[in-house]
């Protein structure tokens, strides 16, 4: 798959490569089972609910991957990319890379937002898009920032929230140098 930046929230995938991604075994947590994606270009793991998610394979360039549930109705991406502002050829703080993305939703005016949080190195945005639920974790590293979202129908909330919560909590940077 490659991944088109448009602006920061706004994503095109254009092709989907046979790739196997890195996964090992997690722990069971309400009768889900949960595996764990690693990324390895730009280092970060995510846990997903495997009975829910289906990995379609990593990018071509290796910066993340995409997941569908078995119905087709809910997505999961999770990515990195360059912590560089093109504009300015700068890097962004974790501020500036906040107020980038409530600009692109506001300017794509698609989106309701219901959560917007910003700590000390990392922000999440939610809310709801027409009949689905988005939920957008993001962390400003210093070389890097690393993102997941999701989207599911809000029908499905009750299904989705438990695991939103652990997506929320296993997302994290990892380094990998040591076991290079």
Same mark, same amino acid.
């Given at each position: 798959?490659?991944?088109?930046?448009?602006?920061?929230?706004?994503?095109?995938?254009?092709?989907?490569?046979?790739?196997?991604?890195?996964?090992?075994?997690? &722990? *069971?947590?309400?009768?889900? =089972?949960?595996?764990?994606?690693? =990324?390895?270009?730009?280092?970060?793991?995510?846990?997903?609910?495997?009975?829910?998610?289906?990995?379609? $394979?990593?990018?071509?360039?290796?910066? $993340?991957?995409?997941?569908?549930?078995?119905?087709?109705? &809910?997505?999961?991406? &999770?990515?990195?990319?360059?912590?560089?502002?093109?504009?300015?050829?700068?890097?962004?703080?974790?501020?500036?890379?906040?107020?980038?993305?409530?600009?692109?939703?506001?300017?794509? $005016?698609?989106?309701?937002?219901?959560?917007?949080?910003?700590?000390? =190195?990392?922000?999440?945005?939610?809310?709801?898009? $027409?009949? =689905?639920?988005?939920?957008?974790?993001?962390?400003?590293?210093?070389?890097?920032?690393?993102?997941?979202?999701?989207?599911?129908?809000?029908?499905?909330?009750?299904?989705?929230? *438990?695991?939103?919560?652990?997506?929320?909590?296993?997302?994290?940077?990892?380094?990998?140098?040591?076991?290079?």
């Amino acid at each position: 798959m490659k991944i088109h930046l448009l602006s920061y929230f706004t994503i095109i995938y254009t092709t989907i490569s046979a790739s196997t991604p890195t996964h090992s075994s997690a &722990a *069971t947590s309400n009768s889900v =089972n949960y595996e764990t994606y690693q =990324n390895s270009r730009y280092e970060f793991m995510i846990e997903f609910p495997s009975q829910l998610l289906i990995p379609k $394979g990593e990018s071509d360039n290796g910066d $993340g991957q995409t997941f569908i549930s078995r119905d087709q109705t &809910a997505k999961l991406i &999770a990515f990195g990319r360059v912590n560089l502002d093109f504009e300015s050829n700068r890097p962004y703080t974790i501020k500036t890379a906040y107020a980038k993305a409530l600009q692109s939703l506001k300017i794509e $005016g698609k989106r309701q937002l219901t959560l917007k949080v910003q700590k000390d =190195n990392w922000y999440v945005i939610s809310g709801f898009e $027409g009949n =689905n639920i988005f939920y957008c974790k993001t962390y400003c590293l210093k070389d890097k920032l690393i993102t997941f979202e999701i989207t599911y129908p809000a029908a499905q909330r009750e299904q989705w929230d *438990t695991a939103v919560n652990r997506l929320s909590k296993s997302f994290k940077s990892i380094d990998l140098g040591a076991s290079r």
